[in-house]
């Protein structure tokens, strides 16, 4: 154990992780406006509030956007977009209200992968034949969307609710609903597969109320293309082809009398093992946890922020080897991007702070790293908009000079 530490990284850690001046800033590259006022709302036409992107094999970049309209507590439509890594934004579909309002081919959009066809699939929230939501396939191009099932259609909602989806090395996807399954509408969730070269869907497993009072919080697919996930303060393992599942409760700590919980799903380390960000209530300060693949080997990290306003985002590992996570709320209240290190759980730094007033938007809600390396993400809202608009939300990049992936 080293005994002695320098004065200069002393000094460092009693200052602690701070915006340092050099760091990278976000870029915006689109953002989504719309005609009237943040006050009072208004339509937006290419979307609102975007909530999910990945870039495609192309290398185009391809995401959905939560609504079409602002001004009511629960906004309605959304689209499908793509933009090219030069910023060329285009409109793949846009989820329409229909004759009786019931938004029949989805509303709310908020899961996005591409399929080994080259195909989009997604779901959206509400909307469809049952009103649960739909499962959604279409072209890059904007051509050829299929609704290819409805959740909740099946008596009681044994078929499950919406949820995202992961491509696995069968070839095939497989996605985790929150809700629904063999307890009905308000049952725990289930694990469902879809065939992309026939488009068939299938539960596959439903979660019951044996470990906690929850469902699943989404799927990562391991090396040999098993799954894993968590249910609540549980480890979950599934193997599609046998229908194998093995799960276990994790001793997440009670920590000043306030009990911890896993707030993401899992993903994989630089290990191998498997990693997720947890917080503590009410404090909700925040940290990352490590479990082998097999359930064993669970250990909590202290907290890298004790900031009551920080509330975890996504979770990711780029090619300088450490998580680079999104705060929805961040220290000052918008939103911001930390590092933190696998090895131990310490935030090594703050690359990005975002404001209300911020060209590239506030609210940060996805994360990634694309093929030359550079990071692209959301934001919820605002931005910068022409007189007679508001801003509702921003896709925009970071390049923070690291390899490409």
């Given at each position: 154990m080293k005994t002695q530490v320098s004065f200069a990284l002393l000094f460092g850690l009693l200052?602690?992780?701070?915006?340092?001046?050099?760091?990278?800033?976000?870029?915006?590259?689109?953002?989504?406006?719309?005609?009237?006022?943040?006050?009072?709302?208004?339509?937006?036409?290419?979307?609102?509030?975007?909530?999910?992107?990945?870039?495609?094999?192309?290398?185009?970049?391809?995401?959905?956007?939560?609504?079409?309209?602002?001004?009511?507590?629960?906004?309605?439509g959304g689209t499908i977009?793509?933009?090219?890594?030069?910023?060329?934004?285009?409109?793949?579909?846009?989820?329409?209200?229909?004759?009786?309002?019931?938004?029949?081919?989805?509303?709310?959009?908020?899961?996005?992968?591409?399929?080994p066809d080259g195909m989009l699939y997604g779901a959206t929230e509400g909307g469809g034949s049952s009103?649960?939501?739909?499962?959604?396939?279409?072209?890059?191009?904007?051509?050829?969307?299929?609704?290819?099932?409805n959740f909740c259609s099946s008596p009681n909602c044994a078929d499950g609710g919406p949820g995202a989806m992961v491509l696995s090395t069968d070839g095939n996807l497989y996605g985790a609903s929150y809700g629904g399954g063999d307890d009905g509408p308000n049952g725990y969730g289930t694990i469902f597969r879809v065939i992309p070269s026939?488009?068939?869907?299938?539960v596959l497993f439903s979660f019951t109320d044996k470990l906690c009072d929850c469902g699943p919080s989404g799927l990562t697919v391991g090396p040999?293309?098993?799954?894993?996930?968590?249910?609540?303060?549980?480890?979950?393992?599934?193997?599609?082809?046998?229908?194998?599942?093995q799960t276990a409760l994790l001793p997440f700590p009670i920590v000043n009398q306030s009990p911890s919980s896993p707030d993401t799903g899992l993903m994989l380390g630089p290990n191998g093992n498997l990693y997720g960000l947890y917080t503590?209530?009410?404090?909700?300060?925040?940290?990352?946890?490590?479990?082998?693949?097999?359930?064993?080997?669970?250990?909590?990290?202290?907290?890298?922020?004790?900031?009551v306003s920080t509330l975890p985002g996504a979770l990711l590992l780029a090619t300088?080897?450490?998580?680079?996570?999104?705060?929805?709320?961040g220290t000052d209240g918008y939103?911001?991007?930390?590092?933190?290190?696998?090895?131990?759980?310490?935030?090594?730094?703050?690359?990005?702070?975002?404001?209300?007033?911020?060209?590239?938007?506030?609210y940060p809600q996805a994360l990634i790293q694309a093929q030359d390396g550079m990071f692209w993400g959301m934001t919820e809202t605002n931005g910068k908009a022409p007189k007679g608009f508001f801003a509702d939300g921003v896709v925009f990049s970071l390049n923070a000079g690291l390899p490409p992936r």
């Open positions: 200052l602690g992780p701070a915006v340092h001046a050099a760091s990278p800033q976000p870029v915006p590259v689109y953002t989504f406006t719309c005609k009237g006022s943040l006050t009072f709302g208004g339509i937006c036409p290419n979307g609102g509030r975007p909530d999910a992107i990945l870039q495609g094999s192309d290398g185009n970049f391809y995401g959905a956007a939560w609504d079409s309209q602002e001004g009511s507590s629960q906004p309605y977009f793509s933009l090219t890594p030069s910023g060329a934004f285009t409109v793949l579909h846009r989820f329409l209200p229909g004759q009786n309002k019931n938004y029949p081919t989805g509303n709310n959009p908020f899961a996005l992968t591409e399929g009103g649960g939501g739909v499962l959604f396939r279409i072209g890059t191009n904007g051509s050829g969307f299929h609704i290819l099932h026939t488009g068939a869907y299938a040999d293309g098993t799954l894993y996930g968590m249910q609540g303060n549980a480890w979950f393992h599934f193997t599609p082809s046998t229908g194998d599942f503590i209530y009410p404090q909700h300060g925040t940290g990352v946890f490590e479990v082998a693949l097999d359930g064993s080997d669970f250990q909590v990290f202290p907290e890298y922020n004790t900031d300088d080897g450490n998580f680079w996570i999104t705060s929805y709320n939103g911001n991007i930390v590092t933190v290190s696998p090895s131990d759980g310490t935030m090594l730094e703050t690359v990005a702070q975002f404001s209300a007033t911020d060209a590239a938007g506030s």
